[in-house]
């Protein structure tokens, strides 16, 4: 069993450019999330989502937007990235308990 | 406010004894969860325990165990005979009541463990 799955790993990106970081999850959870971690900072929730097709906004969501089609997929997209989105991001969905299931990070560091 | 709060950046602990990170938080519901999470060097995150705000009794998963004050608005996380493998970063987390399916966590900043041999 994969649970979430996230791509790519580790990106070097420069300012400006747009980016998307995949996330997949075979659960079938309805609800998934995006976080960004930052030394010092623990995990701050970027966006959510309750279900497919809905969407909300969590503690630090601008500059980035999220869609969420299907229950498995929830893309996290930076339409123009600036140096202080350098940071590792976490996607997680979550079970009725509320227990978070997340995803390796992915690493992305804007020059 | 923050809404949870780990005073301790990071801790240190002789191996095979216990310890106990702290965790505070702020909610005025009544129904809330809390978590604890391990994120060792490699990155990952690992779950590791669960609290709800209606349980009796404090919840415990093999060496760890949290200590819930309800009055005190805490939720420590205890591990008993320290191992190597448990130097980790760990973070406190509660879920607030929102309705229906609304289950986002609110996390605490961290605490960097070291367990020293």
């Known amino acids: 069993i994969a649970g979430i799955t996230q791509a790519p790993t580790s990106q070097i990106l420069a300012a400006g450019r747009r980016m998307t970081l995949r996330c997949t999850q075979d659960m079938r959870h309805n609800a998934m999330y995006w976080y960004r971690q930052d030394l010092g900072l623990g995990l701050r929730l970027i966006h959510y989502?309750?279900?497919?097709?809905?969407?909300g906004k969590g503690e630090v969501p601008d500059g980035y937007s999220v869609s969420r089609a299907n229950t498995d997929d929830f893309p996290l997209t930076l339409a123009s990235a600036v140096p202080s989105q350098t940071s590792v991001y976490f996607c997680?969905?979550?079970?009725?308990?509320?227990?978070?299931?997340f995803g390796e990070g992915s690493r992305l560091t804007v020059l | 406010a923050q809404k949870i709060t780990q005073t301790q950046p990071g801790m240190f602990v002789q191996e095979k004894e216990a310890v106990t990170l702290d965790c505070t938080y702020d909610t005025s519901d009544q129904s809330y969860g809390l978590f604890w999470y391990k994120q060792p060097s490699s990155g990952e995150m690992i779950f590791l325990i669960y609290q709800g705000s209606y349980d009796e009794q404090n919840a415990t998963e093999g060496r760890y165990s949290l200590n819930f004050q309800k009055a005190r608005k805490s939720a420590n996380l205890v591990i008993s005979a320290s191992q190597l493998g448990d130097s980790a970063m760990y973070f406190c987390?509660?879920?607030?009541?929102?309705?229906?399916?609304?289950?986002?966590?609110?996390f605490g900043k961290g605490t960097l463990l070291t367990v020293n041999p």
């Open positions: 987390a509660m879920r607030e009541n929102s309705g229906g399916s609304n289950y986002k966590l609110t």
């Open positions: 997680a969905s979550s079970d009725q308990t509320g227990e978070l299931f």
């Open positions: 989502s309750n279900t497919a097709g809905t969407t």
